[in-house]
């Protein structure tokens, strides 16, 4: 499983760089904020909806609180041939440090 840092992602987006983000906690973990431009998607909603996240070739960055939940997300589309797969380590919790 490729792991990318929340730092990385933050130093990225400050440059204007345009990332695929896919955040796949529940809405009320959403509600209290969410990384700017993220799609979300809850887990448990994956396998209906996993056809809107944009397969460009590049990266698919999955978030959820602590790395668990998108680290079982990564491996769902893994399975679906989906590439270019990162899990954001330590999840949202993490990123607000």
């Known amino acids: 499983m490729e792991l990318i840092l929340p730092q990385e992602i933050k130093d990225r987006l400050a440059k204007g760089e345009e990332l695929t983000i896919v955040d796949v906690r ?3 973990e959403v509600a209290a904020g969410m990384i700017a431009g ?3 998607i809850p887990l448990g909603e994956l396998p ?3 056809t809107e996240i944009k397969q ?3 990266e698919i960055i999955l978030v959820c609180r602590s790395g668990n ?3 079982k997300a990564l491996n769902y589309l ?3 041939g989906y590439k270019g797969l990162k899990n954001m380590t330590g999840g949202m ?3 607000a440090e």
């Open 26 to 28: 529940e809405d009320d």
């Open 38 to 40: 993220a799609q979300h």
């Open 48 to 50: 209906d909806r996993h």
């Open 56 to 58: 460009n070739g590049e």
């Open 69 to 71: 939940r998108s680290g």
């Open 78 to 80: 893994e399975s679906l």
């Open 93 to 95: 919790l993490e990123w």
